[in-house]
């Protein structure tokens, strides 16, 4: 009987807006489609799955466009809101949880060189190139808090590219350089956009740009002080409780919704949740995981990786529908040349380029100043792939966009218009050409020798995505393995020709003394009839990543 009801309720009296339905289930099937085609490109050396799901979410645009009637190709509205809540928290999430941590933190110096200061640099040269170049294009009325706005937006690297165009397994060295950076940037970007929005430009002064500075260093350490906060207390926490002995779902859910809270907690307490959430994933990684059933450890792994990779796929076909959108194209085409906006675009993808250059080769320069050895210099070809690798802009600098020259996601001002229809322009350009691009140029630049070399010395264990593989080896194995018949250097040595390992080596015994016993992880939890356990505890000693 109740059966009966429901169905005659569900054909009867429709409860839903079935426009939303349309819109989400529209977007289920083509992310299907994304993952099929995805499959079968996966052996080209020129496509990854962003740039197919943008093209899938350009053609899919272009359908809905005809069938319109040419009046939209959209099915749901840009919203930034969507992009910084939804989307972004499970993807750098996920690139917090699977980096490999000892390649990351032996180049931290140089990704904060390259996150904080380089986008400083590339900031100041397309906000003075924008004033230079684009107020003499005469698109209409911006301030000069427009083009600093302009110089922000367009400081943000697509971190989310990155993740398909680079190999963490084959360039480990790379890539912790370009995505770390780019989380960092991104960060950066973020709070150089909202301190433009909220800054007294009649008013400056030195005393505002050192606290300006200051700030920015406050937020950096809040945000990352933060996440990490975060990533111990869910370690103490499954470690104390041990959830595992009556349910692996509680486990799993505390995990994720830890790391999603720490990113709520960062917006709300007006701090970087990009930052937060990426190292609440590395410390939850380095002890959480390990405090967890073996079971809830292969969950959590594919789970993360899963809604990291949806995530993305959504991400991508939504940018790739809303480029489409004929309000703004209409406006910009009733009042501006082809030229005109053509000029733009091509300006702006020239300003990207020089503030991509102006930092990366002379701080690669600085970096290399502090390296003892060859190895760990950065060679000029790496240079040449690291600011090439960074010239892609993506979503975030779309959402900056829409923030700035939109009111929920609609504008009816010509100058709004183009700016919004440049950055589009902009960031399809370099997705798709600069991003079909990067794997041939490190083939190229990097030979299959090289990079098989450098996975070997420079890497950690595989990829987390087969991390039952480091299980196996033994640490002193896998040192024999690496340098057969070298002879290892006294501490002195070491510590003159490669500072890092040495500090790694007193981070590891201070994690070992103080940190583990508390916070659990990998080798330290006591075993408990029900708990989680480390079945594999001598073989783990030596292979932490």
């Not at 779902?249 to 960062?266: F, G, K």
């Not at 033994?474 to 290892?488: F, H, K, P």
């Not at 070491?494 to 990998?522: C, E, I, Q």
Request: charged share 15%; glycine share 8%.
């Amino acid at each position: 009987m109740e059966l009966g009801l429901g169905m005659g309720m569900g054909l009867g009296d429709p409860p839903a807006d079935y426009g939303s339905i349309a819109a989400v289930g529209l977007f289920v099937a083509l992310i299907c489609v994304c993952i099929v085609v995805g499959h079968l490109l996966e052996e080209s050396r020129w496509m990854n799955e962003s740039i197919t799901a943008l093209i899938i979410g350009l053609g899919t645009g272009g359908v809905i466009l005809m069938v319109s009637s040419w009046k939209h190709s959209r099915i749901l509205v840009f919203s930034e809101d969507l992009f910084f809540i939804y989307l972004l928290p499970p993807i750098i999430f996920n690139a917090g949880f699977q980096v490999k941590k000892k390649q990351f933190f032996r180049n931290f110096m140089t990704i904060t060189l390259f996150g904080a200061i380089g986008t400083l640099i590339s900031f100041s040269v397309i906000s003075l190139g924008s004033l230079g170049l684009i107020s003499r294009l005469n698109i209409g009325s911006l301030d000069l808090g427009d083009y600093l706005a302009l110089g922000a937006i367009f400081s943000a690297t697509d971190s989310v590219c990155t993740l398909q165009v680079l190999n963490q397994d084959e360039t480990p060295f790379l890539y912790s350089l370009v995505f770390g950076e780019g989380v960092v940037n991104d960060a950066t970007s973020v709070v150089l956009f909202n301190a433009m929005q909220n800054f007294d430009l009649a008013n400056f002064s030195s005393v505002k740009f050192l606290q300006f500075i200051g700030n920015f260093l406050y937020l950096f350490a809040t945000s990352t002080f933060l996440g990490v906060a975060a990533g111990l207390l869910s370690a103490y926490i499954i470690k104390k409780l041990y959830f595992g002995r009556h349910s692996t779902d509680r486990e799993v859910s505390i995990m994720m919704l830890m790391a999603y809270l720490s990113y709520m907690l960062a917006e709300l307490l007006d701090l970087s949740g990009i930052l937060t959430v990426f190292f609440c994933g590395i410390v939850m990684s380095h002890y959480t995981w390990h405090n967890v059933t073996e079971s809830s450890r292969v969950t959590t792994k594919h789970a993360f990786a899963t809604l990291s990779f949806i995530a993305e796929t959504f991400l991508f076909l939504y940018v790739g529908m809303d480029a489409l959108d004929m309000e703004k194209w209409k406006i910009v085409g009733e009042t501006y040349s082809p030229m005109k906006s053509i000029a733009l675009s091509a300006t702006i993808l020239f300003l990207v380029l020089v503030a991509r250059a102006a930092f990366v080769f002379p701080l690669s320069f600085l970096a290399n100043l502090t390296k003892k050895t060859e190895e760990g210099k950065i060679s000029i070809k790496q240079q040449v792939i690291i600011w090439w690798a960074g010239l892609m802009r993506g979503a975030v600098s779309i959402a900056l966009a829409y923030n700035k020259f939109t009111r929920s996601g609609h504008t009816q001002l010509p100058s709004n218009a183009i700016m919004i229809t440049s950055t589009i322009t902009v960031v399809l350009f370099s997705t798709m050409v600069f991003g079909l691009l990067t794997k041939p140029l490190i083939r190229l630049l990097v030979p299959a020798r090289h990079l098989n070399r450098e996975s070997s010395a420079l890497s950690d264990p595989p990829s987390p995505k087969s991390f039952l593989d480091p299980l196996i080896l033994n640490g002193s194995d896998a040192d024999l393995e690496i340098g057969v018949g070298i002879r290892r250097p006294t501490s002195l040595r070491l510590l003159l020709a490669s500072p890092t390992r040495s500090v790694h080596h007193y981070w590891r015994k201070f994690d070992n003394a103080f940190m583990r016993p508390v916070f659990g992880g990998r080798g330290f939890v006591p075993f408990v009839p029900g708990s989680p356990t480390e079945r594999s505890v001598p073989l783990l000693q030596g292979n932490e990543n």
